[in-house]
């Protein structure tokens, strides 16, 4: 059996597939029990294409490994919440008093659940632009959260205030440091309609219900923009619509 491994080309910006299978081949080498690496044999050819490894094993290993590790591909979905003031003390009986909160809970409702399971491969980050703060939600670690989305609230209160909740990080960050790691695709009605796009990527940005805040428009210029098609949806029905494209892959 034998793989190839794209490390860092050119292409990779232009083809998020690509991406795609770089992470997952880098993975894939990275977890290899270390006494089972001997069986690998790793060369790169001709000092042009330092960058292109050819990675051959003759084992069954790795192969196993990377069919359990494909669906586990990381979805991250990146949320800019424009109206929640996360420095108020908010009631989970009024899930609308410091902004729209009920927004962002049915965003997370969306992504992480299916009607009996929880999407672990998600991860979700809601940027609030009021506090320049960054609420990350790691699905492979976050415990105890239910769809409702009062239940939701409840867990964002401890959170805002400053408690800890397992697989949750809180913390003071900018949206462009997202982006330029993450370098998401753009939801947004006026976009290009391009479902294949959006089957090889990765992670995506969605605004909230006023959209996408205006003093990103320079950050944003440089990311492709995909439409789901000409209704404009809610921000947690887009990306229930995602999760339902990418998991047609
Ligand atoms: C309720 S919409 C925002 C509406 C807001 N008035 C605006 O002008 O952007 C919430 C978010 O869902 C996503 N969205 C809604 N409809 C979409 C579509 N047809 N294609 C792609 N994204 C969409 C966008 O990310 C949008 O920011």
């Known amino acids: 059996m034998s793989f190839f491994l794209f490390q860092g080309n050119p292409f990779s910006v232009q083809f998020p597939l690509v991406q795609r299978f770089e992470k ?3 993975e894939a080498f990275q977890q290899f029990k270390p006494e089972k690496k001997g069986q690998l044999f790793v060369s790169s050819f001709f000092s042009s294409f330092q960058r292109i490894y050819f990675l051959y094993s003759f084992t069954s290993e790795l192969s196993s490994k990377l069919q359990r590790w494909v669906p586990n591909l990381k979805r991250i979905f990146l949320i800019t919440s424009n109206t929640v003031d996360t420095s108020k003390s908010l009631s989970i009986n009024s899930l609308t008093s410091f902004g729209r909160l009920d927004v962002i809970c049915r965003c997370i409702s969306a992504a992480f659940f299916l009607s009996n399971d929880f999407r672990k491969n998600v991860d979700i980050y809601i940027f609030f632009t009021i506090n320049k703060r960054i609420l990350h939600m790691d699905g492979s670690v976050v415990r105890g959260i239910n769809p409702d989305e009062r239940a939701i609230a409840g867990i964002l209160k401890r959170v805002f205030q400053g408690l800890p909740v397992s697989g949750i990080s809180f913390y003071n960050g900018e ?3 997202l982006i330029s790691k993450y370098q998401p695709v753009i939801l947004d009605v006026h976009g290009e309609v391009n479902q294949e796009f959006i089957r090889a990527s990765h992670s995506f940005i969605i605004g909230d219900q006023v959209g ?5 428009e320079e950050v944003f210029s440089v990311l492709k923009k995909i439409s789901l098609g000409i209704n ?8 229930s619509i995602v ?3 990418l998991d047609q892959v």
């Open 212 to 216: 996408y805040p205006k003093e990103f």
């Open 243 to 245: 999760n339902y494209i």
């Open 24 to 26: 997952l081949f880098v």
């Open 232 to 239: 404009e949806y809610l921000s947690s029905q887009t990306i």
């Open 175 to 177: 949206l462009k440091d």
